[in-house]
DNA sequence: CCGGATCCGGTTAGATACTG
DNA sequence: CAGTATCTAACCGGATCCGG
């Protein structure tokens, strides 16, 4: 049940032993970002097994990084949340981050493509505010990509709230995106941008003028996408 | 040979497939603190096995972190060496450090004592500037250890390099301190200090007055013992 | 001493299926 | 929705041994 130590006083050590295992950094970040329920915890941390993802929830409140609150309401779902220990984790995940992002080699990466949790991103940190007032639907297209993962929407309604689907919810579709995975995921991450991409190609719009040219805006980037990239 | 991969284009999971493997980051605290050879090394990861030590080594070597050097005059002996980007992991060791410091709770963090961990990182930040101008010994007995590791001696030579005894050198001894490893791990770690102990009779110190009233200055803290603790 | 390699038993993680 | 159960594969710990 419990992992073995390192047997070392120092700090470092201490909190390796608590944050160091197989997956827990990424499931934090997925707390960090966030995400409250099993379920979508699982979205976030896909190939991460459901019975290695429950140890590790219980590991973490174990530690007192995260707690689990029973909703009055409906006692069987349960929400798990940072506590003031696990909010203090944030600046841990950034600093990883930002040397991930300069550090790691481009390929690798690029090799590590997932439509699911590109699209779960952006439809997190989408930027509303260059959008129209009116509920706006964006429709990606990965051409590379078979049939079941081959289509996506993002849906602005005029409130702000963004939603995404992957069958089509049958609105009127304000911007057409033609693109291959790669082409998106290397635009998120800030090592290519939507000028470029449509410049040479690999990105195609069709619709909306307004819409398409304010992509590079309201596509709100990766959060690690300021940090400068120095490995080749 | 190579870990599973996290399949996740996130810099947080590319950094977390280097980085989050048993012992790594434990060993990179040893390298951000200048330890270079194979040998050093493995005193300041004491528990890890040798062979997982040359296997992370390569691990780290792979990806960019550490380079080896072969000394030309002794083309045997090899050192491993942060890169620009091992360098760069400063922050994040760091970072984690300090969490740990003030997340993880105490107890916990006092059941891992080490002596020999502890004498040498005192000896790598020890400050010589309280200290004489001329060769200064000081002796530690911890009075709950077995014989094999009771006595220690640092010796600053008057040139200011620091060396760590563990069989008696035979020089005269300036200042005695007996304790036991417990009360001197909780001081170097920030959660105690010399007067308290003293005060409390976990530490007794014998020899020169000077030598011993300036111990809080002399004995540098763990480089996390400037963040205070939250935890238990 | 230095820098590992080898072997073996126990633990951890992955894959898949299934349940209240 | 929120997890277990089960089986297999990979990894790790500890001891021992080896060549320079």
Redesign the pocket.
């Known amino acids: 049940m419990t ?2 130590s390192y047997k070392q006083f120092c700090p470092v050590a201490m909190a390796a032993e608590i944050l160091c ?3 827990t950094v990424v499931l934090l970040r997925e707390l960090v970002a966030g995400s409250t ?4 915890l699982r979205r976030g941390v896909p ?6 993802l ?2 590790r929830l219980r590991e973490l409140e174990a530690a007192g990084v995260i707690e689990r609150q029973r909703l009055t309401d409906a006692p ?3 929400a798990y949340r940072l506590t003031d220990a696990g909010r203090d984790l944030q600046p841990v995940i950034e600093a990883i981050g930002m040397w991930g992002q300069k550090w790691v080699e481009t390929e690798p990466t690029l090799e590590n493509l997932d439509p699911e949790l590109l699209m779960w991103d952006m439809r997190r940190n989408l930027n509303t505010d260059p959008l129209p007032q009116a509920r706006t639907v964006i429709e990606f297209l990965y051409s590379d990509l078979p049939p079941a993962q081959r289509k996506w929407w993002l849906i602005v309604e005029s409130d702000g709230t963004v939603d995404l689907c992957h069958i089509d919810p049958g609105f009127d579709v304000d911007l057409y995106l033609n693109t291959n995975l790669r082409t998106m995921t290397a635009i998120w991450i800030g090592l290519s941008d939507v000028r470029s991409a449509v410049a040479n190609g690999t990105l195609l719009m069709t619709g909306r003028r307004d819409v398409g040219n304010s992509m590079q805006q309201w596509l709100g980037l990766s959060p690690f996408a300021v940090q400068e990239k120095l490995a080749s």
């Open positions: 992992n073995a295992t197989r997956w329920r099993f379920n979508e190939r991460m097994s459901p019975a290695l429950s140890k069987e779902i349960e």
